[in-house]
């Protein structure tokens, strides 16, 4: 078996530690596929693992990064359910970003008919963490009404689609109006341009009821408000700590108002669970993306050799949906 790349974390610390080294795919065993990368999406969870801020599981590469791939099946174990040559997408503990991946059969789904790899490598993260946030975790209902934080980020505008689809509305929150309008194009109902405050007008939107449900990606410094807009027997997922992980935690409105309160991940579940979501999430929704009710949203595409830039870049702030890394 020829000889693969993949990108590596030399040491915690700056863009500048991303290096690149060759690696010998593992070939796969009962049930597993061997992949070759087309692309792979950059998530803010590859900037905390360089960072030395958020580690891999222990059954992913502690120095390679990258959650979610795109590719061919290059070759496939006993038992896998893919052959050679078909085309797949997924996401991953880690190692990604590299030109193999070598992963369970049933952790990978079908690249939708005629899609670009780069364009399928921005959906099983961000997509997949939106469904199960949005569906699995927060059991949202037709006719109900979302608020959506950093609506404007990859998990934002999946989510933001995903809510449209299911006959909810949504409003979402940002910190830029730019991001808002390219939003509205997706079809966000409502955006609302905030710096930390936002409860004030989510009520006067939803006429003082407040929200069903609350997908939040920001964390400790949005609680409070997330708990002052959020209606009665309202439920509020959290999926991401961009704004701190420790917060005073308002126990009386929590139980004056009944919330229920659901912290989720997906990079550390067992293979079990991650197979089910995708096989769920395979079933329900990807067909969905052939018939251009959804789409992955992709800001900048790059080769991986320039792969400190796409880091950087995301850090900035500045993307409006997803960087992905194409070899």
């Known amino acids: 078996m020829r000889k693969g790349r993949a990108v590596r974390i030399r040491e915690f610390g700056g863009p500048e530690v991303l290096e690149f080294v ?28 360089r960072r030395g801020l958020y580690p891999a599981p222990p059954d992913a590469p502690a120095d390679v990064p990258g959650l979610e791939y795109a590719g061919v099946v290059e070759a496939a174990g006993p038992g896998a359910g893919w052959e050679a040559g078909d085309r797949v997408m997924g996401i991953v503990g880690g190692g990604a970003m590299a030109t193999h991946v070598t992963v369970s059969g049933r952790e990978a789904m079908p690249i939708p008919e005629g899609m670009p790899a780069a364009d399928a490598a921005a959906i099983p993260e961000v997509f997949l963490t939106a469904y199960d946030a949005l569906f699995v975790q927060g059991e949202l209902r037709l006719g109900e009404t979302v608020l959506v934080h950093a609506v404007g980020s990859g998990v934002g505008t999946a989510a933001l689609q995903l809510v449209r689809a299911a006959g909810a509305t949504c409003i979402g929150t940002s910190r830029t109006e730019q991001k808002l309008e390219r939003c509205r194009a997706l079809g966000l ?104 009710r959804l789409r992955p949203v992709v800001d900048t595409v790059l080769p991986f050799e320039r792969v400190t830039e796409a880091h950087r870049l995301l850090e900035s702030n500045r993307t409006f949906g997803k960087i992905v890394l194409t070899w």
């Open 22 to 49: 060759d690696v010998e795919p593992r070939p796969p065993g009962h049930g597993e596929i061997l992949v070759r990368v087309e692309a792979a999406g950059l998530n803010r969870a590859d900037l905390l693992q």
């Open 189 to 292: 109902d409502v955006g609302l341009r905030t710096d930390g405050r936002f409860a004030d007008e989510v009520k006067r939107h939803t006429g003082g009821r407040g929200v069903d449900l609350v997908l939040d990606l920001v964390g400790a410094s949005y609680l409070e408000e997330n708990l002052a807009a959020v209606a009665t027997r309202g439920r509020l997922v959290c999926v991401g700590l961009l704004g701190g992980a420790k917060a005073s935690l308002p126990l009386g409105t929590l139980l004056q108002k009944r919330v229920r309160l659901v912290g989720t991940v997906l990079r550390s579940r067992p293979p079990e669970e991650k197979a089910s979501l995708t096989q769920r999430f395979a079933r329900e929704v990807l067909p969905l993306f052939a018939q251009g």
